[in-house]
């Protein structure tokens, strides 16, 4: 049987979600976990692959329950009288959380349908990149701090432009193995949440690697006044990542929401 995890982290410590030969990963500390308490090896399959130092605070993953006599776990895996097994959800999410990081927290478990899938069943996805304007000592790990003075409302102007197109070749990291570039953009704006924090709001079927901080960092060169309109729109149709803005750092990205 199929089962979806709903779950937040921190990503400071962690090189990514996907794990990795040489450094810890969120994928890893899951599977450790879930293999331990159910007493066989478990891979899960998440809705995305986050990048070193990147924060989620919805993630999606699934993985399989293969029903045997081994499966059976007094209070944890029942089977009925035709051998299907049923996982507690709830003790396992309780487990879990007792034995994971404290930077990692399993909000939920659930069945669902065989043919549901963490990554491919995913509608759309939401990712906040946060800003600050003023140096702050409690936010600091978490958001970018600017020395600039940027021009949010243009680069608002900027970021509405990001919806007339659907190729967004220019903002993917280079020597990556996608067979398309092409993502549908449902939205993309700057947020103000005090007269110093900003927060930037994109959210689209899939997104492409290291393509939202990369989005991030075209809009600031707008922002700075370095970058016209014009010149971001030529960006994104020249299709170069060359011609796009840096990678902001990651300790300030969030993937923020998974709609089914």
Known sequence: MRYFIHLSYDGTRYHGWQIQPNGISVEGEIERCLSTLLRTPIDIVGAGRTDAGVHAR?????????????????????ASENETCTLNCEQLTYKLNRMLPPDICIHKTEPVADDMHARFSATARTYHYYVCTQRNPFNRQYTWLTHFNLDFPLM????AILMEYRDFA?????????????????EARWIQTSDTEWYF??????????MVR?????????????MTLQDFRAVI?????TQAGESMPANALFLERIDY
């Open 58 to 78: 919805h993630m999606v993953a699934h993985f399989e329950l293969v029903c045997n006599s081994q499966s059976i776990i007094k209070g944890l895996v029942s």
């Open 156 to 159: 608002n102007e900027a970021a």
């Open 170 to 186: 220019c903002f993917c990291k280079s020597h990556t193995d996608v067979k398309t570039t092409l993502c549908d953009m449902m």
């Open 201 to 210: 709001r994109i959210k689209a079927n899939r997104f492409l690697r290291n």
């Open 214 to 226: 990369a989005v991030v960092g075209t809009l600031v060169e707008v922002g700075r006044h370095r």
């Open 237 to 241: 149709e020249g299709k170069k990542r």
